[in-house]
């Protein structure tokens, strides 16, 4: 299956601070990245999907100047978060769609992010 | 995508099988049935998928009722580490924005 990184994979930091959380398709070139976040308890809701080489897409109610995405490369999409409070607390996943046999959709190990 | 419902948690004895059940009565013709899995604070995994025949790989088997209308994942010999929840989600293989429910917190005990 495809080979999905994230970066890092827990941080902590204070609330104010901004955090990059860097997601990388190591074996094949992603055009398009979707980001997930999870709290705690729940399920997965998607953010928003970045595209390569032009702006992202946000789902309603994300704020798309506290997230910010970058995909300036077919392995690479950022997302930071820009003066992180408690309340984005959460487990960020990104996925990238693969046309593969199965459609089966790959996803990232998830980084963990806690803001005091 | 169609709606799927699922019973909020499942307990299992390790060594015996799982089955989970998923409820998707509005399913389209061409959506398919599949199911992913997340263990504690890691990414969702891929399990398997079906159309209308039952499949069967190395991880779990899938069930498929005749009418669509639902589903049983079956994971032969639960261990420990199949400890996770389970979502079924219906979808059309060319969306990949996939939508979770809750899914099923299966707890495997020794």
């Known amino acids: 299956g495809a080979v999905v990184s994230q970066h890092p994979s827990w941080v902590i930091c204070k609330s104010g601070t901004s955090v990059k959380i860097e997601c990388r398709s190591l074996d094949f070139q992603a055009t398009t990245m979707f980001w997930y976040r999870q709290f705690p308890k729940q399920s997965l809701m998607l953010m928003a999907t970045?595209?390569?080489?032009?702006?992202?897409?946000?789902e309603q109610g994300v704020e798309k100047d506290k997230f910010l995405i970058n995909h300036a490369s077919l392995t690479l999409s950022t997302l930071t978060v820009t003066s992180a409070h408690p309340e984005d607390s959460s487990f960020y996943i990104c996925s990238p769609p693969r046309d593969t046999q199965y459609n089966e959709q790959f996803f990232g190990p998830g980084t963990r992010l806690t803001v005091l | 995508d169609a709606k799927t419902t699922q019973p909020t948690s499942m307990d299992c004895a390790e060594g015996r099988a799982a089955n989970l059940p998923c409820n998707h009565s509005?399913?389209?013709?061409?959506?398919?049935v599949y199911w992913y899995r997340q263990i504690h604070s890691q990414g969702p995994q891929y399990i398997i998928h079906g159309l209308k025949n039952n499949e069967t790989n190395e991880m779990a088997s899938l069930i498929i009722t005749e009418d669509r209308k639902s589903s049983t994942l079956i994971l032969p010999h639960a261990t420990l580490r199949d400890t996770a929840v389970y979502y079924c989600i219906v979808r059309v293989p060319s969306n990949y924005n996939l939508t979770f429910g809750k899914g099923t917190l299966l707890t495997v005990n020794p």
């Open positions: 509005t399913i389209s013709g061409n959506e398919y």
């Open positions: 970045s595209n390569e080489g032009s702006k992202a897409t946000y």
